[in-house]
């Protein structure tokens, strides 16, 4: 049974760049969460998508946007990154609705220059 | 305020200990509570659901203090593998789907 999947594992940008991550959730789960994580602090939720549509989003500028598709792996795009953008990318899957425990992928370590 | 809020240590205690974290959170609707795990360089993992009886699993007690508004993970007889970075999550209310919001987690380090 596979886990949830995460690519690239290591990407490095320059600033003003755009970058794309990718995700594919656990079988069987539909939803699936992206989250920021900085060094020495916890995951900052970003959004949230259900039915390939986005249903909750933090506080996060409108750069960073995502999609879900049919299959209900889902992409992050970050557009015009900062510096202030490095850090690990994590997707979480699960099912929707209430008390799903998330299961995380590996996460993509994302480095802007 | 934070919404979740951890002592980020670092504990550092030898095996055998028992060790407590602590863990507050500022609203006082939230509905769900957890402990998660992150070793270094690592994903999250869930350790366990924290209920309003408190629960137990193994070397590991979770407790709830709704009044409060305070978690706390309380490990006995700690092990080497116990090192890592504990992360409080709490689920609100008002995002029924599964936002989980993290505290910035506590480090714990076992030493022989």
């Known amino acids: 049974d596979a886990g949830v999947t995460q690519s690239p594992t290591h990407l490095i940008k320059t600033r003003g760049q755009q970058v794309t991550l990718r995700c594919s959730p656990k079988?069987?789960?539909?939803?699936v969460s992206w989250y920021q994580q900085a060094l020495g602090q916890g995951p900052q939720f970003i959004f949230q998508?259900?039915?390939?549509?986005?249903?909750q989003r933090g506080n996060f500028p409108d750069r960073f946007s995502g999609h879900q598709f049919p299959n209900y792996s889902s992409e992050l795009n970050v557009n015009a990154l900062l510096l202030g953008d490095s850090a690990l990318y994590l997707c979480?899957?699960?099912?929707?609705?209430?008390?799903?425990?998330?299961?995380f992928g590996n996460g993509t370590r994302l480095t802007v220059t | 305020r934070k919404e979740v809020e951890q002592d980020p240590g670092p504990f550092n205690v030898p095996e055998g200990a028992t060790v407590a974290f602590n863990c507050t959170y500022s609203?006082?609707?939230?509905?769900?509570f957890f402990w998660y795990r992150q070793d270094c360089r690592k994903e999250p993992k869930l350790l366990m659901s924290v209920y309003s009886s408190g629960n137990e699993d193994g070397r590991f007690t979770a407790q709830l203090n709704r009044a409060s508004q305070y978690i706390s993970l309380l490990i006995r007889d700690s092990k080497l593998s116990d090192s890592a970075t504990y992360l409080c999550v709490v689920n609100y209310p008002s995002t029924s789907y599964g936002k989980l919001t993290f505290g910035q987690g506590t480090i714990l380090t076992v030493h022989p």
């Open positions: 998508y259900y039915e390939e549509e986005e249903r």
């Open positions: 079988s069987g789960h539909d939803t």
């Open positions: 979480a899957s699960s099912w929707t609705g209430y008390d799903s425990p998330l299961h």
């Open positions: 609203n006082s609707a939230s509905q769900s």
